[in-house]
C-alpha cells in the first residue's frame, strides 16, 4: 500500500490507539448528534478528558434531517413555551454571530385566509382545552410576532415584522392560492450545512483540549456495570473503557442505551418522525421569490418550504414512531407533502420525478400522552440516572431539545457533569465562533478577503469564492493544500476537485462514500449526484484508503442501496454504470 493510500486509515488507526491506552475516563458521551457535540465541546473547553463515541458517522441522524432552519419557534408561543422561544431567538442570534459561514437570515412570509380567524381555538390550546390544529387569522399571528420582535430586538438586529393586505401579497407572490387574504412577513435564519458545523464543533475541542477524542463509528455494545465494552463498527475490533460519568446523547435511542446501561426502565422518549423533499421546479423556485413560506395546510398542520441550492426544500411530517432504526420517508408522507405544496400554490405542478431527495430523522421528543404530536413539547431537560447495586457511573440522559439550541443545551448539560466531578466552569462558549466563522469577515470586507487569497493562493476569484462558501475562514488551510501539487476537477462535476475531496479525506474523519456525498459535502442534497460523480468519487476514495478492487466495489454497492432506501435515489440504481476509471493522482502528505 502506497504512502498516500494508508494516511486516511492512519488517521482513524491514531485515534483507535490513544483509545485501546485509556483505561477510566471522567467522562464518556454516547450519541454525537448535535446536543451530544455540543456536551462533548464545552467540556473538552473546560479541560475535560471526555471522550464521545457515536455508532454512525457525526450528525447522522435527527441532527442531519432537520428543516435546514435556525429559529425561535414562532407556534411554541401558543403553547405557552414563552422561555423556550425567548431562549431559542437568543442562540438563534448567537449562531448567526459565531457561525456567518453557514448561518444566514432567513425572510419568512406567513400566508392567511382572515384577518381575524383562529383567536377562540388558540385560547383553548393555550390553556390545554384544545389539541386541534386550527387555522390562524392575521391578527393572531401579529400578536405572536409582535413579542418574537419584543425577544429579538433584545437579543439581535433582525427586522420587524410586516403585514401586508390582500393586494400586497399578490403583487409579490401571484402564484399563491385565492383563498390568501392577507400575510405576515418577519425572519428567522437558515443553516447551509448543519452536519458540517457539527464536525467543525468537534475539530475545535479536539484542537482546544489534547485530551478530548471523538470517534466516529465506534458503538456501545454491553456494560457489566462498571466497564462498558464499546465495538469499532467498521473493523470489529472491542474496546473497554471505565467512566465516571456516561452522558446518554442518543436522542431517538436514548431508551435502548439506557436499557444497555442498565439505568433503568423509565420510557424517557416518545419521537415523532419528520420527513422533508427536495424539488426541482423552478416554477416553485421563482413563485418562492427568495422567501420562506411557512404556512398552514389544509388541515392546519404548519409547514415551510424555501429555496435551497437552486431548488427547493418542502417540509415535513411530524408521524409518531417506535422503532428508529429503520425510518424512511414513505410513499405516503411524500404525497402528504406535495399535497401540502398543491394547497398553497394550486397553479404550480410538482409531480414525484421533480422530486430529487428525500431525507427524514425522529425528532427526540419527551415522552408524552399528548394526543397531537405537535403538541408536545419542544423543550430540553436533562434527567440523572444515579449510581445503584448494578450500576457504578452516573447516567446523565439529554431529552429532547432543538437544532437551534443546541449551545445552550450542550451547556447546561456540561454544568451538570461537571457538578457531578467536582470541577467548575472556566470558560464560556456564548460568544465563541466555530469553525469557520473564527474571523470570518464582514460583508464590507468580504470580496477584499477573498481578492488578497486569490492573489495569495493563486486560484481564481470564483474558486476562491466557492471554497469560502462551503468551509468559511477554514478555506485557508485547504487552499495551502490544494496548491502543494496539480489539481483536476471532478470529470462529472467540475466545481468540484480532486484534491479538495482528498483534503476532507483526510482531516474530517470520512470513512465512507455517504459521509462525504451526504454529511461533509451537499453534493446528495443538491441534486447534483449521479452515478458516474458517486463512481468517480468512490475511485478516489479506494486511492486514498487502499481498497481493494472487491472493496471498492462492495463501497459502491452498499452506497447505492443506502442512498436509494434511506433518499429515495433508486435513479442511480438503474443507472447505467460509468465503466471507465478514473484517473485519481496521488496526493503529498498534507500540511
Given at each position: 500500500?502506497?504512502?498516500?493510500?494508508?494516511?486516511?486509515?492512519?488517521?482513524?488507526?491514531?485515534?483507535?490507539?490513544?483509545?485501546?491506552?485509556?483505561?477510566?475516563?471522567?467522562?464518556?458521551?454516547?450519541?454525537?448528534?448535535?446536543?451530544?457535540?455540543?456536551?462533548?465541546?464545552?467540556?473538552?473547553?473546560?479541560?475535560?478528558?471526555?471522550?464521545?463515541?457515536?455508532?454512525?458517522?457525526?450528525?447522522?441522524?435527527?441532527?442531519?434531517?432537520?428543516?435546514?432552519?435556525?429559529?425561535?419557534?414562532?407556534?411554541?408561543?401558543?403553547?405557552?413555551?414563552?422561555?423556550?422561544?425567548r431562549e431559542s431567538v437568543e442562540e438563534r442570534d448567537r449562531l448567526l454571530k459565531n457561525a456567518p459561514h453557514y448561518v444566514a437570515p432567513l425572510r419568512t412570509t406567513v400566508p392567511l385566509d382572515s384577518w381575524g380567524g383562529g383567536i377562540i381555538n388558540a385560547g383553548k390550546r393555550f390553556f390545554r382545552l384544545s389539541?386541534?390544529?386550527?387555522?390562524?387569522?392575521?391578527?393572531?399571528?401579529?400578536?405572536?410576532?409582535?413579542?418574537?420582535?419584543?425577544?429579538?430586538?433584545?437579543?439581535?438586529?433582525?427586522?420587524?415584522?410586516?403585514?401586508?393586505?390582500?393586494?400586497?401579497?399578490?403583487?409579490?407572490?401571484?402564484?399563491?392560492?385565492?383563498?390568501?387574504?392577507?400575510?405576515?412577513?418577519?425572519?428567522?435564519?437558515?443553516?447551509?450545512?448543519?452536519?458540517?458545523?457539527?464536525?467543525?464543533?468537534?475539530?475545535?475541542?479536539?484542537?482546544?483540549?489534547?485530551?478530548?477524542?471523538?470517534?466516529?463509528?465506534?458503538?456501545?455494545?454491553?456494560?457489566?456495570?462498571?466497564?462498558?465494552?464499546?465495538?469499532?463498527?467498521?473493523?470489529?475490533?472491542?474496546?473497554?473503557?471505565?467512566?465516571?460519568?456516561?452522558?446518554?446523547?442518543?436522542?431517538?435511542?436514548?431508551?435502548?442505551?439506557?436499557?444497555?446501561?442498565?439505568?433503568?426502565?423509565?420510557?424517557?422518549?416518545?419521537?415523532?418522525?419528520?420527513?422533508?423533499?427536495?424539488?426541482?421546479?423552478?416554477?416553485?423556485?421563482?413563485?418562492?421569490?427568495?422567501?420562506?413560506?411557512?404556512?398552514?395546510?389544509?388541515?392546519?398542520?404548519?409547514?415551510?418550504?424555501?429555496?435551497?441550492?437552486?431548488?427547493?426544500?418542502?417540509?415535513?411530517?411530524?408521524?409518531?414512531?417506535?422503532?428508529?432504526?429503520?425510518?424512511?420517508?414513505?410513499?405516503?408522507?411524500?404525497?402528504?407533502?406535495?399535497?401540502?405544496?398543491?394547497?398553497?400554490?394550486?397553479?404550480?405542478?410538482?409531480?414525484?420525478?421533480?422530486?430529487?431527495?428525500?431525507?427524514?430523522?425522529?425528532?427526540?421528543?419527551?415522552?408524552?400522552?399528548?394526543?397531537?404530536?405537535?403538541?408536545?413539547?419542544?423543550?430540553?431537560?436533562?434527567?440523572?440516572?444515579a449510581p445503584d447495586a448494578r450500576r457504578d457511573f452516573t447516567t446523565l440522559c439529554l431529552v429532547g431539545g432543538k437544532w437551534t439550541t443546541f449551545r445552550k443545551f450542550g451547556e447546561q448539560a456540561a454544568d451538570k457533569v461537571l457538578n457531578l466531578l467536582g470541577e467548575r466552569r472556566k470558560v464560556s462558549t456564548g460568544?465563541?465562533?466555530?469553525?469557520?466563522?473564527?474571523?470570518?469577515?464582514?460583508?464590507?470586507?468580504?470580496?477584499?478577503?477573498?481578492?488578497?487569497?486569490?492573489?495569495?493562493?493563486?486560484?481564481?476569484?470564483?474558486?476562491?469564492?466557492?471554497?469560502?462558501?462551503?468551509?468559511?475562514?477554514?478555506?485557508?488551510?485547504?487552499?495551502?493544500?490544494?496548491?502543494?501539487?496539480?489539481?483536476?476537477?471532478?470529470?462529472?462535476?467540475?466545481?468540484?476537485?480532486?484534491?479538495?475531496?482528498?483534503?476532507?479525506?483526510?482531516?474530517?474523519?470520512?470513512?465512507?462514500?455517504?459521509?462525504?456525498?451526504?454529511?461533509?459535502?451537499?453534493?446528495?442534497?443538491?441534486?447534483?449526484?449521479?452515478?458516474?460523480?458517486?463512481?468517480?468519487?468512490?475511485?478516489?476514495?479506494?486511492?486514498?484508503?487502499?481498497?481493494?478492487?472487491?472493496?471498492?466495489?462492495?463501497?459502491?454497492?452498499?452506497?447505492?442501496?443506502?442512498?436509494?432506501?434511506?433518499?429515495?435515489?433508486?435513479?442511480?440504481?438503474?443507472?447505467?454504470?460509468?465503466?471507465?476509471?478514473?484517473?485519481?493522482?496521488?496526493?503529498?502528505?498534507?500540511?
Amino acid at each position: 500500500m502506497t504512502e498516500a493510500a494508508s494516511r486516511p486509515s492512519d488517521n482513524r488507526s491514531l485515534r483507535l490507539e490513544r483509545l485501546r491506552q485509556l483505561q477510566r475516563v471522567p467522562v464518556l458521551i454516547v450519541g454525537g448528534g448535535i446536543n451530544g457535540i455540543s456536551t462533548f465541546r464545552e467540556l473538552a473547553l473546560q479541560g475535560i478528558p471526555v471522550v464521545m463515541i457515536e455508532k454512525g458517522d457525526w450528525c447522522q441522524g435527527a441532527s442531519g434531517a432537520l428543516s435546514r432552519m435556525i429559529h425561535g419557534g414562532l407556534r411554541y408561543l401558543e403553547t405557552g413555551e414563552f422561555g423556550l422561544v425567548r431562549e431559542s431567538v437568543e442562540e438563534r442570534d448567537r449562531l448567526l454571530k459565531n457561525a456567518p459561514h453557514y448561518v444566514a437570515p432567513l425572510r419568512t412570509t406567513v400566508p392567511l385566509d382572515s384577518w381575524g380567524g383562529g383567536i377562540i381555538n388558540a385560547g383553548k390550546r393555550f390553556f390545554r382545552l384544545s389539541e386541534t390544529p386550527s387555522r390562524r387569522g392575521a391578527l393572531l399571528v401579529k400578536t405572536g410576532l409582535s413579542l418574537y420582535d419584543a425577544y429579538t430586538r433584545r437579543y439581535g438586529s433582525m427586522p420587524k415584522h410586516q403585514l401586508y393586505n390582500q393586494q400586497q401579497t399578490r403583487q409579490r407572490w401571484p402564484e399563491l392560492a385565492d383563498w390568501v387574504r392577507c400575510s405576515a412577513t418577519y425572519y428567522d435564519a437558515q443553516i447551509a450545512a448543519p452536519e458540517r458545523l457539527g464536525y467543525e464543533l468537534i475539530e475545535d475541542s479536539e484542537r482546544a483540549n489534547a485530551d478530548a477524542l471523538a470517534i466516529n463509528y465506534m458503538q456501545l455494545e454491553e456494560s457489566d456495570g462498571e466497564r462498558l465494552t464499546l465495538r469499532d463498527s467498521l473493523s470489529g475490533e472491542t474496546f473497554s473503557l471505565q467512566p465516571h460519568v456516561v452522558v446518554n446523547a442518543s436522542g431517538a435511542w436514548i431508551d435502548q442505551l439506557n436499557a444497555t446501561l442498565a439505568s433503568g426502565d423509565r420510557t424517557l422518549i416518545g419521537g415523532t418522525k419528520g420527513s422533508h423533499l427536495i424539488v426541482r421546479c423552478p416554477e416553485l423556485l421563482q413563485a418562492l421569490n427568495g422567501d420562506m413560506i411557512y404556512f398552514e395546510n389544509a388541515e392546519g398542520r404548519v409547514c415551510i418550504m424555501f429555496p435551497w441550492y437552486g431548488n427547493v426544500l418542502i417540509g415535513s411530517t411530524d408521524i409518531r414512531v417506535d422503532d428508529p432504526e429503520t425510518v424512511v420517508c414513505e410513499a405516503d408522507e411524500k404525497q402528504y407533502i406535495l399535497d401540502s405544496l398543491r394547497f398553497v400554490f394550486p397553479r404550480i405542478s410538482v409531480k414525484d420525478e421533480n422530486v430529487l431527495y428525500t431525507f427524514c430523522g425522529v425528532r427526540p421528543l419527551p415522552a408524552s400522552e399528548a394526543a397531537i404530536s405537535g403538541r408536545i413539547s419542544r423543550n430540553h431537560s436533562l434527567v440523572i440516572i444515579a449510581p445503584d447495586a448494578r450500576r457504578d457511573f452516573t447516567t446523565l440522559c439529554l431529552v429532547g431539545g432543538k437544532w437551534t439550541t443546541f449551545r445552550k443545551f450542550g451547556e447546561q448539560a456540561a454544568d451538570k457533569v461537571l457538578n457531578l466531578l467536582g470541577e467548575r466552569r472556566k470558560v464560556s462558549t456564548g460568544d465563541l465562533p466555530i469553525g469557520g466563522g473564527h474571523n470570518y469577515p464582514s460583508e464590507q470586507r468580504k470580496a477584499s478577503w477573498q481578492k488578497q487569497l486569490s492573489q495569495q493562493y493563486q486560484l481564481s476569484p470564483a474558486r476562491v469564492s466557492r471554497l469560502v462558501s462551503r468551509y468559511g475562514t477554514r478555506a485557508q488551510q485547504m487552499m495551502k493544500f490544494i496548491i502543494q501539487a496539480p489539481d483536476h476537477s471532478l470529470h462529472h462535476q467540475p466545481d468540484w476537485t480532486q484534491r479538495e475531496l482528498i483534503w476532507l479525506m483526510r482531516h474530517e474523519q470520512v470513512c465512507l462514500p455517504d459521509d462525504l456525498v451526504i454529511r461533509r459535502t451537499p453534493l446528495a442534497m443538491s441534486g447534483l449526484l449521479t452515478r458516474p460523480l458517486l463512481e468517480e468519487i468512490v475511485d478516489i476514495m479506494a486511492v486514498e484508503s487502499g481498497w481493494s478492487a472487491t472493496e471498492k466495489q462492495q463501497q459502491l454497492t452498499q452506497t447505492l442501496h443506502r442512498l436509494a432506501h434511506q433518499h429515495g435515489l433508486a435513479s442511480l440504481l438503474s443507472a447505467t454504470p460509468d465503466r471507465k476509471p478514473t484517473h485519481v493522482n496521488p496526493a503529498p502528505p498534507a500540511d
